[in-house]
C-alpha cells in the first residue's frame, strides 16, 4: 500500500517537474525572441527613418529570397535580404551596410512580410523583380514578421509575431513641392 501511495506522490512531483521546466524553457524562448524582436526593429526603424529612396525586390509574403534597399546619406546603401534556403518555417532576415559583412538580425523566421505605401496611405504595388531604380512613389514601409524558438513535441514552442508601425521615410522627391524652382 505504502509503495502505491508513494508511486502516486512521486507520479504527480515527476508530472509538475516536467511541466514547471517546459513553462520556464518556454518563457526563455519568448525572451529571447522578444530581445531579436525588438533588435530587428530598433535597426529597421533607424534605417527607414534616415532613408531618403528605397528599392525593393519580391514584396509581400517572402518565401524566397528577397531584398530591400534603403539610401542613407552618410551611410550609403543599407540592404534587408530574407534567405529561406532552410526551408519555408526557417527564413533569416540580414542586415549588410554597403559591402561591410551581412548581420544576421533575425532567425527562424516563419512569416514576413513588408508592405509599402504612398503619402496618401494607399498601399503600393511594388514589381517582383531586381531593384534598379528606387521607388520615389513610396513615403512609408510597414514590417509584420513571426519567429519561433523551441520545439514543438517537446511542448516549449514560442511563436512571436510583431508588426511595426509605419515608419516614414524621408524622401527628398516626395517632400519637395512641385511648384519651387
Do not use: H
Not at 15 to 31: P, T
Request: a neutral charge; proline letters at 6%; hydrophobic letters at 35%.
Amino acid at each position: 500500500m505504502v509503495t502505491f501511495i508513494s508511486s502516486f506522490v512521486f507520479a504527480g512531483v515527476l508530472s509538475a517537474y516536467i511541466f514547471l521546466g517546459r513553462s520556464l524553457s518556454r518563457q526563455v524562448n519568448e525572451e529571447g525572441l522578444e530581445s531579436r524582436a525588438r533588435l530587428a526593429l530598433y535597426y529597421f526603424t533607424q534605417d527607414v527613418s534616415s532613408a531618403t529612396t528605397i528599392s525593393a525586390t519580391n514584396p509581400g509574403s517572402y518565401t524566397s529570397g528577397s531584398q530591400v534597399s534603403l539610401s542613407i546619406p552618410g551611410s550609403g546603401t543599407v540592404t534587408y535580404s530574407t534567405d529561406w534556403s532552410q526551408g519555408n518555417t526557417s527564413g533569416v532576415l540580414t542586415r549588410q551596410i554597403g559591402s561591410n559583412p551581412a548581420l544576421t538580425v533575425l532567425t527562424n523566421l516563419s512569416a514576413f512580410t513588408l508592405s509599402y505605401y504612398d503619402p496618401t496611405g494607399s498601399l503600393v504595388s511594388v514589381p517582383a523583380s531586381t531593384p534598379s531604380e528606387p521607388q520615389i512613389n513610396i513615403k512609408q514601409v510597414c514590417m509584420v514578421f513571426t519567429s519561433m524558438a523551441g520545439y514543438a513535441p517537446s511542448g516549449n514552442l514560442s511563436q512571436f509575431t510583431v508588426v511595426s508601425p509605419r515608419l516614414i521615410l524621408k524622401n527628398q522627391a516626395l517632400l519637395k513641392d512641385p511648384n519651387d524652382p
